[in-house]
């Protein structure tokens, strides 16, 4: 990870252990995890929110007062929308992203629940991923939630990746190593 990168997640992971302690100490971790997934599914949906987070152009003022209205809008928490707020006024809402992923980390492990990032070349049944929970959870002693996003640039089979963990089940990986293999008989 670069340095920059580090330092982002550093900020990132520092809101969102803030925001996570002040809503289990107040009772309202279900209402931050309901914010939590519809400020995710907000921003992965709009470009315009993605921009008003990142742009150095927008004036501090207009960031909170655009994330203010989103939070009222959205029906977010009032830890999560004064959040939203101190960041703007700090000019961190670029780690708005990280800090989502953090707390649903965060979130899954107060539930014991552990997050499979799967990436398949379509889209899993509801019998495969029942299969692949099931599995995953025999490996890790632990129920798995699975976070499946679609990737055409796999032929067939499935990235999964748990914590620091990746198992690459996919072709291109299997024709890579085959490549290798033949590389190392010449």
Same mark, same amino acid.
């Given at each position: 990870m670069s340095e920059p990168a580090?330092?982002?997640?550093?900020?990132?992971?520092r809101y969102a252990q +803030?925001?996570?302690?002040?809503? &289990?100490? $107040?009772? !309202? /971790?279900?209402?931050?995890?309901?914010?939590?997934? +519809?400020?995710?599914?907000?921003? &992965?949906? $709009?470009? !315009? /929110?993605?921009?008003?987070?990142?742009?150095p152009v927008i004036t501090r003022e207009d960031q909170g007062k655009a994330l203010g209205a989103l939070a009222s809008q959205m029906g977010l928490g009032t830890v999560l929308s004064n959040t939203l707020r101190?960041?703007?006024?700090?000019?961190?809402?670029?780690?708005?992203?990280?800090?989502?992923?953090?707390?649903?980390?965060?979130?899954?492990?107060?539930?014991?629940?552990?997050?499979a990032e799967v990436r398949s070349p379509k889209a899993?049944?509801?019998?495969?991923?029942?299969?692949?929970s099931m599995a995953l959870k025999a490996s890790t002693g632990k129920d798995v939630k699975l976070d499946v996003t679609i990737d055409d640039g796999l032929i067939g089979g499935l990235v999964v990746k748990i914590g620091s963990r990746m198992i690459d089940t996919s072709i291109r990986a299997k024709l890579n190593a085959l490549q290798n293999t033949m590389k190392e008989v010449r």
């Open positions: 580090s330092i982002s997640m550093g900020i990132a992971v +803030a925001v996570f302690d002040l809503s &289990r100490d $107040s009772g !309202d /971790l279900k209402k931050l995890e309901a914010d939590v997934t +519809a400020l995710d599914e907000a921003i &992965r949906a $709009s470009q !315009d /929110l993605r921009d008003v987070l990142t742009s101190l960041m703007a006024g700090k000019r961190r809402l670029f780690v708005v992203p990280q800090m989502v992923a953090v707390l649903k980390g965060m979130l899954s492990d107060n539930r014991g629940e552990v997050t899993l049944t509801k019998t495969q991923s029942d299969k692949l």
